[in-house]
């Protein structure tokens, strides 16, 4: 059974950074969509960014220019590098992979932007 583990959240001021990572256990596949998403209080949950296979990806048009996905086949982990965070940036973060063996989540990991 595949199981995803995100780590790398925490808080955060407006202007800063944060890189969130991913550990999959188990191989990631070249054809699995890895993805990032988030939910904040009394809202759902929104795609913030996925990558395919080769280089493909999308970002939600609110992150654009400011979050980079990437994925490390070697390390079986995905990140996503935050960068300009703003207080809207505010949610528990999600780690997910859909491919062959079926659509699998993380347990979440809680960002904060504040001053």
């Known amino acids: 059974q595949v199981q995803l583990v995100e780590s790398g959240g925490g808080l955060v001021q407006p202007g800063g950074s944060l890189r969130l990572s991913c550990a999959v256990s188990?191989?990631?596949?070249?054809?699995?969509?890895m993805g990032w998403y988030r939910q904040a209080p009394g809202k759902q949950r929104e795609l913030v960014a996925t990558?395919?296979?080769?280089?493909?990806?999308v970002y939600a048009d609110s992150v654009k220019g400011r979050f980079t996905i990437s994925r490390d086949y070697g390390r079986n982990t995905v990140y996503l590098q935050m960068n300009s965070m703003k207080p809207d940036d505010t949610a528990a973060y999600f780690c997910?992979?859909?491919?062959?063996?079926?659509?699998?989540w993380g347990q979440g990991t809680q960002v904060t932007v504040s001053s």
């Open positions: 997910s992979l859909s491919g062959r063996r079926g659509a699998y």
């Open positions: 188990g191989i990631i596949f070249s054809s699995d969509v």
């Open positions: 990558t395919g296979s080769g280089t493909s990806t």
